[in-house]
C-alpha cells in the first residue's frame, strides 16, 4: 500500500513529536514505573548503567532496550536449533527457544503479581539460557571437559561472554553493552555457590530463577508423556501430581489421555506460581517500604516452601531417577559428547578452519578456549554438519 500525502505529512508529525519528547521520555518511564511498580522493585532510574555510557532512547526504558538487545542478538536466534532435553527425539517438543520463552511468561506474571520491574525480568528471562551449547547439559559436560586445564565450561559463564564480547551489533562498543543490573543477575547465576549467603539478588533476578526451575519440570513431564517415556498413572504417584490431578478432576471432571495430561501440567505451573506469589506476598508486606538494593542487604529470598517445596522436590527427583537417565537419552547424550570431544580435537590442530571471529582470539585467549567457544555457539545441526565435514 502506498501512503498518500497527508498519511506522510502525519508520520513526520509524530516523528517531530517524539524527538521534541527526548528529554521527558526518561521520566515519562520513571514516573510510569513509580505509579506501577513497587518501591522494593528494581526502577530504571536507580539503575548504576553501562560500561559503555549511551545516550537514553526515546521511546524506551534501559531494561527494555536490553530485552529488545538480547532477542535481536544471533546468539538468541540459535536458541531454536538447541536441544533442552529430548536429544535426538524429533522436533515436536521443547527447544532452548520455547523453553526460553515460556520461563520469560511465567516470570512475568509472577513478578506482574508482586509489582516488580517486568521489563528487567524479560531481559533476564531471555539472557539466561543463551549460552547453552549444542545437546544441552551433555554438550556442557563434554566442553567443560576438554576445557579442565584451562578453567572448565559453563553455560551461565559463556552467556557474559557471548553479550560482552562475541556479540557483534553496534559500531562504538563490542558486545550488547547491558545494563550492570541483568548482567549482574546472570553474574549471580555463574557465582551461584560462591555466593557469601547475606547479600541476596534482586527480586527480579530470583524470579526468573524460580521461574525456571517451575517451567522446566513442567514442560520436562509434558515432553516426557507425549513421547511415551513417562506414563500419567506412574505420575500420579507422586504427592505434587496427585495434587494437580484433584485440582483436574474438581475443575473437569474425568478426562484422559492428551487431554488429561495438558491439564495436569496447566495445574502442576498454576499450583506452583500461586503458591510463590501468595508467599511472596506475605515476605514482601514488611518490606515495603525498602528500595530494590535495600532489599538485597536483607538477605531476603523468594521460595516455594513446605509441604510443597518437599513435593516439586520429590517431582524433581523422579525426573531424576526416570527420565533424564532414560536409556534413549543417555545413549544419544554418549554419542553427542564423543562427537564434540572429536571435534575439538581436530579444530584445535586446524585453527585455520575456525570462522574468523573465532580465528582472531587463538591468540589472546587461546586455540583450545577459541574452540570450544566456537563449537558452543553451534545448534545442534550445525554441529553435527560441522563434524561430518571433518570427522564424518
Ligand atoms: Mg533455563
Redesign the pocket.
Known sequence: MVATGRQLVLFQAAIELLVSTQITTPNLIADREAKLLARYAMHSSESAGRVHPEIEHLMRGPFQRDRDRVLHSSAFRRLSGKTQVFTGQGDYHRTRLT??ME?ASIARTIGRSLRLNEDLIEALALL??IGHPPFGHAGEEALDEMLKHDGGFSHNKFALTLVEELEQRYPTFPGLNLTAEVLGGQKRRVDKQQSDGQHSPLLEVQVVDLA?SIT?NAHDVDDAVELGWLRIDELLELPIMAKCHESVLQKFGKLEGDVLRRALVHELVNLQVAHLIYESQQTLIELETLSAREVCETGVRLEIAGPLAEHKAGLQKFLYARLYRHADLVRARREAQAKIKVLVEILEENEQELPEMFRSRCSTHGTRVSVVECIASMTDNTFLETYQRFAG
Request: net charge negative; aromatic share 14%; charged share 30%.
Open positions: 523453553h526460553t520461563v539466561h539460557d525456571d522446566y
